[in-house]
């Protein structure tokens, strides 16, 4: 690797399927840098980006956090369901059995 370069990865996962994109960009790069240099729209059918649904190591991050060596980009999908909805929702169907 380069002098004054890190090394990241961006994933994005789908029930059936998932991609990875290794990256090394300048120091300093961002998570916007990653999305741009990974092309995600791109290569995954209808993915639309959302700002709200980044995170690195599951953490949430803006577009403009600057990433560290090593690090991994995740790009999240939204949720089908609130959670707290079908905890209460499963709770209901496991009294009712």
């Known amino acids: 690797m380069a002098a004054g370069a890190v090394s990241v990865e961006v994933v994005y996962a789908l029930p059936a399927r998932c991609w990875r994109w290794p990256l090394v960009l300048p120091a300093g790069a961002t998570v916007a840098d990653a999305l741009a240099a990974a092309d995600v729209a791109a290569v995954v059918p209808g993915w639309v980006p959302d700002p709200a649904g ?9 577009l403009e956090t600057p990433l560290r060596d090593g690090d991994r980009v995740e790009v999240l999908r939204p949720l089908l369901a609130d959670p707290k ?6 709770a209901r169907e496991a009294g009712n059995a």
Request: glycine share 6%; hydrophobic share 40%.
């Open 85 to 90: 909805q079908a905890r209460r929702r499963r």
């Open 54 to 62: 980044l995170a690195v190591y599951g953490q949430p991050v803006a």
